[in-house]
């Protein structure tokens, strides 16, 4: 097995990481269990889970993730994983979440409150990357990184990271950090994808020139790379077909920018291009998000085991530069279809 370093840390990791937002919600502690060994046997070290999981998060689930997770935990030499998860982000930003009666910030309390949760939901220690889940434009930035230093000069947490930030929040925040002292965000976790390169366009150069590593979500797209929302009718029990029946505004909202007439076009292409290459269009999604010097691991999710065959069969793919180009043709003829 192949691993990587993230950013400039110690951090050993797996190329793909295994995601646990369904644990609780679509999948089951028996089926949890199962995702997690599968990957375990075939070599990942890197799991990711965070506060406020499963999705989609409501205030009796919250916290049910890292409860399920935990228990898998013992049954493994603790050494042996590569642990990160999250603080919920501000309620000042495009989601209130459903915990601490909804008024999270990235201050001083919140960053002290969450973390002790999640170490006793974890019953771990320690956790090897923790990670703001989005931005806090209102809280000052110094404070929040000194809130998340703090963590780290108590040994409760090894290293920092970030998630769903913009190339002037991270420079930010890592200038900051620099300038006081204060331990830095060694990774980013944006979303990227065939169908999602934003990350491109400013953040990829901000990560190369500062040795931050991206960790990219939703390689596959939320599912739509697999071609499932290319049939004819819509599949049942699936995240966006879920998320178009919700009378939640913002699911509705999500669900639309995944699935639309851009995104399944662009699909349509890549399938294509999987198929002649004798593979499944979920290895070539989650290969090609694997091909950047920027990415220390690819996060990949499932509902069950059985789906983690293709997404574990990127770890045994190299795309050469013509695959590559042919990508970037797909892009170039529908470029940003997710907005």
Same mark, same amino acid.
């Given at each position: 097995?192949?691993?990587?370093?993230? =950013?400039?840390?110690?951090?050993?990791?797996?190329?793909?990481?295994? =995601?646990?937002?369904?644990?609780?919600?679509?999948?089951?502690?028996?089926?949890?269990?199962?995702?997690?060994?599968?990957?375990?046997?075939?070599?990942?070290?890197?799991?990711?889970?965070?506060?406020?999981?499963? &999705?989609?998060?409501?205030?009796?689930?919250?916290?049910?993730?890292?409860?399920? $997770?935990?228990?898998?935990?013992?049954?493994?030499?603790?050494?042996?994983?590569?642990?990160?998860?999250?603080?919920?982000?501000?309620?000042?930003?495009?989601?209130?979440?459903?915990?601490?009666?909804?008024?999270?910030?990235?201050?001083?309390?919140? &960053?002290?409150?969450?973390?002790?949760?999640?170490?006793?939901?974890?019953?771990?220690?320690?956790?090897?990357?923790?990670? &703001? @889940?989005?931005?806090?434009?209102? &809280?000052?930035?110094?404070?929040?990184?000194?809130?998340?230093?703090?963590?780290?000069?108590?040994?409760?947490?090894?290293?920092?990271?970030?998630?769903?930030?913009?190339?002037?929040?991270?420079?930010?925040?890592?200038?900051?950090?620099?300038?006081?002292?204060?331990?830095? $965000?060694?990774?980013?976790?944006?979303?990227?994808?065939?169908?999602?390169?934003? $990350?491109?366009?400013?953040?990829?150069?901000?990560?190369?020139?500062?040795?931050?590593?991206?960790?990219?979500?939703?390689?596959?797209?939320? =599912?739509?790379?697999?071609?499932?929302?290319?049939?004819?009718?819509?599949?049942?029990?699936?995240?966006?077909?879920?998320?178009?029946?919700?009378?939640?505004?913002?699911?509705?909202?999500?669900?639309?920018?995944?699935?639309?007439?851009?995104?399944?076009?662009?699909?349509?292409?890549?399938?294509?291009?999987?198929?002649?290459? =004798?593979?499944?269009?979920?290895?070539?999604?989650?290969?090609?998000?694997?091909? $950047?010097?920027?990415?220390?691991?690819?996060?990949?999710?499932?509902?069950?085991?059985?789906?983690?065959?293709?997404?574990?069969?990127?770890?045994?793919?190299?795309?050469?530069?013509?695959?590559?180009?042919?990508?970037?043709?797909? @892009?170039?003829?529908?470029?940003?279809?997710?907005?």
């Amino acid at each position: 097995m192949e691993h990587r370093y993230i =950013g400039k840390s110690g951090l050993r990791v797996s190329p793909i990481c295994m =995601g646990t937002m369904s644990f609780g919600s679509w999948s089951d502690k028996e089926e949890s269990f199962k995702i997690l060994n599968t990957a375990y046997d075939r070599g990942i070290n890197f799991y990711d889970t965070a506060e406020i999981y499963p &999705v989609p998060p409501t205030a009796e689930l919250a916290g049910v993730t890292e409860h399920i $997770f935990g228990e898998w935990i013992k049954t493994k030499p603790r050494d042996s994983l590569i642990i990160a998860t999250k603080v919920a982000g501000a309620a000042s930003g495009w989601f209130v979440p459903p915990i601490r009666h909804g008024l999270t910030a990235i201050d001083r309390h919140h &960053v002290a409150a969450a973390v002790e949760g999640s170490l006793r939901r974890l019953g771990v220690d320690y956790i090897d990357l923790y990670q &703001v @889940h989005w931005p806090d434009t209102v &809280v000052p930035i110094d404070e929040s990184m000194e809130a998340l230093d703090r963590l780290v000069q108590a040994g409760k947490v090894r290293y920092l990271g970030t998630s769903n930030e913009n190339a002037y929040g991270l420079t930010k925040a890592n200038t900051v950090a620099d300038y006081e002292g204060l331990a830095k $965000f060694q990774s980013i976790q944006n979303n990227f994808s065939l169908l999602n390169r934003r $990350f491109m366009d400013e953040l990829a150069n901000v990560c190369r020139q500062e040795n931050v590593s991206l960790l990219p979500y939703s390689p596959i797209g939320g =599912g739509v790379l697999s071609g499932k929302y290319n049939q004819a009718e819509l599949p049942k029990n699936c995240r966006f077909g879920d998320y178009l029946d919700d009378s939640n505004p913002r699911q509705q909202a999500m669900a639309s920018r995944f699935v639309n007439a851009g995104t399944l076009a662009s699909t349509a292409e890549y399938m294509d291009i999987a198929k002649e290459l =004798g593979m499944s269009p979920v290895t070539l999604a989650t290969a090609w998000s694997m091909n $950047f010097d920027y990415v220390a691991s690819t996060m990949i999710g499932a509902r069950t085991a059985d789906q983690l065959e293709e997404s574990l069969a990127a770890l045994d793919v190299s795309l050469d530069d013509d695959v590559m180009e042919r990508c970037d043709e797909v @892009h170039a003829k529908n470029l940003y279809p997710m907005g």
